[in-house]
């Protein structure tokens, strides 16, 4: 019941002056703006949506397909994964639904954990044909680096 109320209580000031909810599909939706990790899962949840948990190639690739005609400069989007660190179990999981990752698709180099605090997972997208799309990347989960990516419930 309280965090009920705690989400509540703080949605309105997690979410406003965010730019214009983009429709990518029947089931993606997209705002471009560099959010934290929390504020994008709060903002899907305000819309009966959620951040993607991406556990197969083939859910990678449908993401990417997405993205295939346009021609915005998007990079970096939030995905569901996080790192576990606890005394019960250590290793990344997907938060929508606390299943440890049996698919990856890092970038080279990555993951990494986080001296900042808490580690989550993004997922990018690029207009350059020198970068590859859809590979991930380890950042803290609590800097502004990533824009709001949302999947229909």
Not at 62 to 81: D, H, K, R, V
Request: net charge negative; charged share 15%.
């Amino acid at each position: 019941m309280w965090k009920s109320l705690l989400v509540v209580c703080l949605l309105p000031g997690l979410i406003t002056g965010l730019g214009p909810l983009k429709k990518l599909s029947d089931r993606y939706f997209i705002i471009a703006e560099d959010v934290t990790f929390i504020q994008a899962m709060t903002f899907c949840a305000y819309y009966a949506m959620e951040v993607p948990s991406i556990t197969t190639a083939a859910k990678n690739l449908e993401i990417m397909e997405l993205f295939e005609n346009s021609t915005e400069p998007y990079n970096w989007f939030w995905i569901a994964g996080t790192y576990q660190n606890t005394a019960s179990r250590s290793g990344w999981t997907w938060l929508t639904s606390k299943e440890d990752f049996a698919y990856t698709n890092w970038r080279a180099s990555e993951p990494t954990i986080s001296d900042e605090g808490d580690t989550c997972v993004r997922w990018g997208h690029f207009s350059s044909p020198s970068l590859s799309d859809g590979l991930w990347s380890s950042s803290p989960c609590a800097g502004k680096f990533a824009d709001i990516l949302c999947q229909v419930l």
